[in-house]
């Protein structure tokens, strides 16, 4: 069975800072994805950015990226120059890799993340 | 971008009365839509995975007779919770899973409060 972990309950920063947010996880699986998702006030599931395990090159979306150490099985997020609208929590989480289809995610803990102004 | 719709958002009820959620694809087929569980400052929690056209796989521990569901089209899944009680108050996240990307997406969720 795959495990995510996040080690970090709650964290905060100020307005512009650039935070990191940590994620581990644990499979014998050699195909599969990561995600990072938020979830604001609002309770909507949104994706934040996604990783193939398969590829070397961390993934990036404007202020976010990933550091991906697939042998350490660690995925981090970073979320350079904060903005109050990043207050949320954070779910990181793991699917195996299929042909076609859907799988299920695997969440971590989560992690509450205040931008302060 | 895919949407899944999930409806009520919200619901109270008395005790022992039977509530159904609805989870839509609205513009994609999802063969496979995934119920989650979530209560207060938690994670999400796995329930079950509903398969169209077959019965739902429950994860360990979530009671099948209590949380039925049912995914009879390419487009529409449906949980309802049986004899609910205070403890089923919960959040309850659907996400439908686009067949051809294997992308997934999460509806809005539904907040229960049982009485």
């Known amino acids: 069975a795959q495990t995510v972990t996040q080690s970090q309950p709650e964290m905060s920063v100020q307005e512009a800072e650039t935070v990191t947010l940590s994620c581990t996880y644990d499979t014998s699986e050699s195909n599969y994805y990561l995600f990072w998702y938020k979830q604001p006030p609002s309770r909507q599931m949104i994706l934040v950015i996604r990783q193939e395990a398969y590829k070397q090159q961390n993934a990036t979306e404007n202020r976010f990226s990933v550091n991906f150490q697939k042998a350490a099985k660690s995925f981090s997020l970073k979320i350079s120059d904060s903005q109050l609208g990043d207050t949320a929590m954070y779910f990181c989480?793991?699917?195996?890799?299929?042909?076609?289809?859907?799988?299920?995610?695997?969440f971590g803990q989560g992690t509450r993340l205040t931008i302060n102004p | 971008g895919a949407v899944v719709s999930q409806h009520p958002s919200w619901v109270i009820c008395k005790s022992g009365t039977s509530v159904k959620i609805e989870c839509r694809s609205l513009d994609f087929q999802a063969t496979t839509m995934f119920w989650y569980r979530q209560f207060p400052k938690q994670s999400l929690m796995l329930m079950a995975t509903?398969?169209?056209?077959?019965?739902?796989?429950?994860e360990q521990g979530v009671e099948k007779d209590k949380f039925l569901i049912n995914h009879a089209s390419l487009t529409l899944s449906t949980l309802t919770v049986t004899s609910a009680h205070p403890e089923d108050s919960s959040f309850y996240i659907c996400s439908a899973g686009d067949y051809n990307t294997g992308e997934l997406f999460f509806g809005e969720g539904s907040r229960l409060t049982v009485l």
């Open positions: 989480a793991f699917m195996k890799g299929v042909v076609q289809g859907a799988q299920k995610l695997v």
């Open positions: 509903s398969n169209e056209g077959s019965k739902a796989t429950y």
